[in-house]
């Protein structure tokens, strides 16, 4: 049950009449307005913008918003579940409902259980989500954390809200970087084989190779040790690739991730065909390829930029600033073009909603890469990318050093291994993706209000708590959701009740508009309120002893408050679940 899409189609229905009678143009868009919770509560339980937000069409007919937004709540006073509706300010309808509709939120809660709130997005879709694709030369780091987290708990929400989901992981293993890999692999072979060696500058200097030249050891025993480069470098490169994978595979399960795809962007050009070349050959035929110069750069050096003639994709056709090449100087295909390609493949398997995840660095290929899918698609695909910020890793307020096994840098397992899975992935979305993150080790395992993830815990563990209390003070009570959804729930009329059954009714809203703007920190944000509401109003009972979910002298008020509390643990476990967080049922 979503009360706010509920009224939103009320008051589109209302505005249907006024269209009728000739006072509102007939293709007026009735998407345009929104039913929100009021900023202050004490205006009531749902603020409407409507006659603010179609006050131009309605100026031939309304002498100003006020009067729309009045003729509005007239119609709403008769709604049998209005209790009152009223004009505010320039022209906000702010509306009251009546107790029933609270018992109805309650009984939607416990009835649907894990599914409330799901399926909020509308038609689904088939939504492709990329993720992490860190380059496999190497263990992952915090940073690839924060990005792997962000993509996974989205994946999960998307799925939440109805959507048709694929979660896939891009393996950059056909550039520069893993012939680097496997020429320190390579050393590391020759370490196994009982030689001293030094690591250069530019090679890969990290112990997580080391397993990779006892296998290769193991394999060809000195076999590879007399041969040029030219003759080791492709088994090599396959085992290293194979060895830093099946390291980054097992990463991602600490942290509780999985993806459905694995894409190699050597397969692009391997097995008989250049996917590169196809998609090229696509472009080109739209008119979008031409031979050209790119004109210098202003200010800082672009490693794009040659001052020579060659193949350029007509981007700026699409919103980038400038047009892009294709190919190097030295005849091989750029990034750039690989991407294309990909991107193509992508939409060639049915997807029209994409969404990539990458790090904050990678901001300036976010225009050309949308400019690649509008032309690719004939603008019936859409490219979504989110930027992740980096994660700077503190300890009591103090940087923390790099890591031994990593080389240059601390690894997502060490952290994961540290504080757990639970305080790791909640952390790295209670911020904003694009904004900085700053997580400290000490912080995220303290059992104290200041430490966002236990208090979100607690809050389901508590609720648990007085369920069982319940139980111990009323033997023999049926506590299963369907017997609670029976409770008499109009006896639920304090203040801080209300107030939790107000936050627990924002939670399909909640999931749409998280859904639909892909930022699943929403979700986090709002387990946070949600617990520190329960926390309050628990407080309150210490000193208030009527105000306590459990009271041995009121049976039927006190049911009526282990609905309640029933109603807002399922919502906490259904948004921890969404984050890939668990709900404890009492905290150690």
């Known amino acids: 049950m979503n009360i706010y899409a509920d009224f939103q189609a009320r008051i589109a229905a209302l505005l249907k009449t006024v ?82 509709v609270f018992a109805r939120i309650l009984q939607s809660v416990l009835r ?115 041969q040029p480069e030219s ?18 595979r097992a990463d991602l399960a600490a942290l509780a991730i999985t993806h459905e795809v694995f894409f190699s962007e050597r397969t692009l050009t391997q097995g008989g065909s250049d996917q590169i070349a196809a998609a090229i050959d696509q472009l080109r035929a739209a008119g979008l390829v031409y031979i050209g110069r790119l004109p210098a750069p202003k200010g800082q050096p672009s490693e794009d930029w040659e001052d020579r003639e060659q193949e350029l994709f007509k981007s700026t056709a699409f919103g980038d600033d ?32 994409l969404i990539d995840v990458w790090g904050a660095d990678h901001g300036g290929y976010v225009k050309r890469m949308q400019a690649a899918v509008a032309a690719l698609s ?86 648990k708590s007085a369920l069982r209390q319940g139980q111990a003070a009323f033997p023999g009570l049926d506590l299963s959701p369907a017997a609670l959804a029976k409770a008499d729930l109009g006896l639920l009329r304090d203040a801080g009740e209300l107030g939790l059954i107000r936050l627990i009714a924002q939670y399909p809203r909640l999931v749409d508009a998280a859904a639909n703007s892909h930022e699943p920190h929403r979700i986090a944000f709002y387990l946070h309120d949600l617990a520190s509401e329960l926390h309050a109003h628990w407080t309150r009972g210490k000193d208030q002893p009527q105000l306590r979910f459990v009271n041995e002298e009121h049976r039927d008020l006190s049911i009526a408050r282990l609905a309640l509390i029933s109603a807002l643990t399922v919502v906490l476990a259904s948004g921890l679940a969404i984050l890939g967080v668990s709900a404890p049922d009492e905290m150690r």
């Open 322 to 353: 400038v047009d892009r090449p294709l190919k190097k100087s030295d005849g091989s295909y750029t990034y750039f073009a690989a991407d294309i390609a990909y991107h193509k493949i992508k939409i060639d398997r049915g997807f029209r909603n």
């Open 378 to 463: 004939g603008g019936k695909a859409a490219l979504d990318v989110k930027l992740c910020q980096l994660v700077k890793l503190m300890r009591n307020g103090e940087p923390v050093k790099m890591s031994k096994r990593a080389g240059d840098f601390v690894t997502l397992r060490e952290v994961v291994d540290e504080v757990g899975v639970d305080a790791a992935r909640f952390m790295m979305l209670f911020r904003k993706n694009d904004a900085p993150l700053e997580f400290d080790l000490a912080k995220v395992i303290e059992q104290s209000k200041d430490n966002p993830v236990f208090y979100v815990q607690y809050a389901h563990a508590r609720g």
């Open 112 to 226: 649907e259980g894990a599914r409330f709130g799901g399926g909020a997005a509308g038609a689904a879709e088939k939504i492709n989500v990329e993720y992490v694709s860190a380059n496999p030369t190497g263990p992952m780091h915090v940073g690839h954390g924060r990005g792997a987290v962000f993509g996974d708990c989205l994946a999960n929400l998307l799925a939440f809200a109805g959507h048709e989901v694929t979660r896939e992981y891009y393996i950059n293993d056909a550039g520069a970087q893993v012939d680097v890999l496997a020429r320190s692999a390579y050393l590391r072979y020759r370490e196994a084989l009982g030689e001293k060696i030094e690591i250069p500058e530019g090679l890969y200097p990290g112990d997580y190779l080391k397993p990779v030249g006892a296998a290769l050891a193991q394999k060809h025993g000195r076999a590879l040790l007399d």
């Open 231 to 248: 003759a080791w470098l492709s088994d090599v490169r396959e085992a290293a690739i194979a060895g830093m994978m099946e390291m980054i």
């Open 19 to 100: 269209i009728a009678s000739g006072r509102l143009p007939a293709d007026l868009d009735l998407a345009r307005f929104v039913v929100e919770p009021p900023r202050d509560p004490a205006h009531g339980d749902l603020s409407v913008n409507a006659a603010m937000v179609y006050a131009k069409e309605a100026k031939a007919h309304f002498a100003n918003p006020r009067q729309l937004a009045s003729e509005l709540a007239l119609a709403l006073a008769e709604d049998p579940e209005v209790d009152q509706a009223e004009v505010a300010g320039p022209g906000f309808l702010n509306i009251r409902l009546k107790p029933a």
